[in-house]
């Protein structure tokens, strides 16, 4: 799934927006806060805002003039190959202009979206415009050999140059291009390592599979295997083992070359047009151990480019990430994108609730204790080959999932062996409340949750006696909850014979949700009847302070210095 940012700055193009993501399926609306309503999201600063989504990779499509996305993304122009497709768009649909990432898509979103709802596509690029294609740009399964060459080739076609297209390739003979049996211009299509035409343009269909059959093998006995077959590196569409074969290397070997592994079972699935099954003593010279005395490496050629989406499965992955507090807009772009990509969520169903429903997105929802057990369902999702994320609010790494799914692997190494792993952090709690009231945090401070269903509450108290002691500003989590009471008044008293019952103290309840509130009060006035699971306490060192900011509303901070 792409991530696809569709942006109003008012309510004007909501209708047309919602229309537009009901096409694309896996798009998002952000609206621009007070100015929009009905949106998926909405964010505050429009040019830092836009600034993040494409640092992240994501498609913006803007319902805006153009000239406000050019402004706002200009710092960020620097490499036209790799930035990602940026559209603007009038209200109405009637015109879409592919501004950014004509060479990574653009043009042709700005064409399917003006099909799609009846407008008209206002593409500038001569040769995308003139015949429906771009070559310097081709697509995926297509790799270019020499970019260099495409736009002095485009501009000789331009002015009246022929084309005799060597090779068979759909993409091109379903063009508008001038094609001829005897053209000025060759366009090679070949998964070979060719000299490239005297005036002309090298594709490498991806056609080819590296299968890997010996744990043994190295990315050099693979480079080697080119080089003895004259297959051309650009043509490799993946590599392949089996999920009792040696995964780890062909994993390594994957990353290497920056394709991806696909796991084989059944052969039957892959068109094949040759085979070579290569050993690596014989490729390298060098004595290299294998269980069997056969190949220890295959290249395959496939008839046409295969749709690695259904070759096999991956090898699955887990990214853990974390929501933030609830706030869409202190969600971290990264954490977006995985939203996006993902093919399942599991997480409390209070969490997965604040994100967004996708189109063939499975969500696994589950009740807030039961940790471990969910970190299990992640990882059996992924072990199929799924990409699943695990739905934390907050930041994963803080009393959180990140610890659940590396205690399941810990716990049974053998289980889910070869799974990606990855871990997203997020804008934690403690510091969206600190946020709101100033800087409480801002000297040396201790982290601690009050409940005790993991760990007896003696530790807890001798942790918050020691934290107490050495005068830091102390931030509890899970404070208390409608059975569990008594915690949260004999962590008060344990405070209070160790901090002053002066001690500042911040109260934050549902901060970056609806019903959001933040207190100041003192430990010593502090009412525990009105703390939840929801409520976030800041209670202060003897250095923190309090006043009263520009707008006469009252902040806290704690010095950096204790002079």
């Known amino acids: 799934m792409t991530a696809i940012a569709i942006l109003l700055l008012n309510q004007q193009g909501l209708e047309t927006a919602q229309k537009l993501k009901s096409h694309l399926g896996t798009a998002e609306i952000w609206g621009l806060e007070g100015r929009t309503t009905g949106v998926d999201k909405s964010f505050k600063n429009t040019g830092d805002h836009l600034r993040n989504l494409y640092e992240a990779g994501v498609t913006i499509i803007g319902f805006c003039a153009a000239g406000i996305l050019i402004r706002a993304l200009s710092p960020c122009l620097e490499n036209k190959r790799a930035e990602p497709p940026v559209l603007a768009m009038s209200d109405d649909a009637s015109v879409a202009v592919p501004l950014l990432g004509g060479l990574t898509g ?41 970019p260099e060459d495409a736009k002095r080739i485009t501009s000789d076609i331009l002015n009246g140059a022929t084309i005799a297209l060597d090779g068979p390739c759909p993409w091109l003979e379903d063009s508008r291009l001038p094609l001829s049996g ?34 043994a093998t190295t990315l050099g006995d ?54 070579i099954s290569l050993k690596a003593s014989e490729l390298t010279g060098a004595a290299v151990e294998s269980n069997n005395n056969t190949s220890t490496l295959s290249l395959i050629e496939t008839k046409t480019i295969p749709d690695l989406r259904y070759l096999g499965r991956s090898t699955g992955k887990v990214s853990v990430i974390g929501l933030g507090p609830g706030a869409a807009r202190w969600r971290t772009p990264e954490v977006t994108t995985a939203l996006e990509n993902a093919d399942c969520l599991v997480g409390y169903k209070t969490y997965l609730d604040m994100v967004p429903k996708r189109f063939m997105q499975q969500r696994f929802a589950s009740d807030n204790r039961v940790e471990i057990e969910r970190a299990k369902e992640a990882l059996d999702l992924a072990k199929t080959g799924k990409h699943v994320v695990v739905v934390s609010s907050g930041d994963p790494g803080i009393f959180a999932m990140a610890g659940a799914v590396l205690e399941a692997l810990d716990r049974w190494p053998a289980t889910w062996k070869h799974i990606d792993l990855e871990i997203l952090p997020g804008l934690s709690a403690m510091q969206g409340a600190a946020a709101k009231i100033g800087a409480p945090l801002g000297h040396d401070f201790a982290v601690i949750s009050l409940s005790d269903i993991r760990k007896p509450f003696d530790i807890i108290e001798k942790r918050l006696i020691a934290a107490a002691e050495s005068d830091m500003v102390i931030a509890i989590y899970n404070p208390a909850s409608k059975t569990r009471r008594h915690q949260v008044e004999q962590m008060k008293a344990r405070l209070l014979e160790h901090k002053a019952p002066e001690t500042l103290t911040l109260l934050a309840r549902n901060i970056g949700r609806d019903g959001e509130q933040t207190e100041i009060t ?12 929801r409520t976030m306490l800041i209670i202060g060192s003897s250095k923190t302070r309090q006043f009263n900011g520009p707008d006469g509303q009252p902040l806290l901070y704690t010095p950096r210095s204790y002079e």
């Open 106 to 146: 653009a043009n042709e979103l700005s064409v399917q979206i003006s099909r799609a709802l009846g407008g008209v596509a206002a593409i500038t690029a001569s040769g995308a415009r003139r015949y429906a294609v771009q070559l310097e740009a081709p697509p995926q399964g297509y790799a270019l050999a020499n």
């Open 182 to 215: 005897s053209g000025d211009i060759t366009l090679r299509i070949s998964c070979f390592n060719e000299a490239l035409p005297k005036n002309g343009l090298l594709y490498h269909p991806k056609k080819l599979l590296l299968e890997i059959e010996d744990k």
């Open 222 to 275: 693979v480079q080697a295997a080119f080089k003895e077959t004259g297959f051309a590196l650009p043509a490799l569409a993946a590599v392949m083992t089996s999920a009792a074969g040696p995964v780890g290397t062909a994993k390594l070997i994957a990353q290497e070359l920056g394709v991806p592994l696909r796991l084989i079972e059944n052969y039957q699935e892959i068109s094949i047009a040759r085979r």
């Open 522 to 533: 003192t430990l010593g006035a502090l009412d525990t009847n009105r703390i939840d699971m």
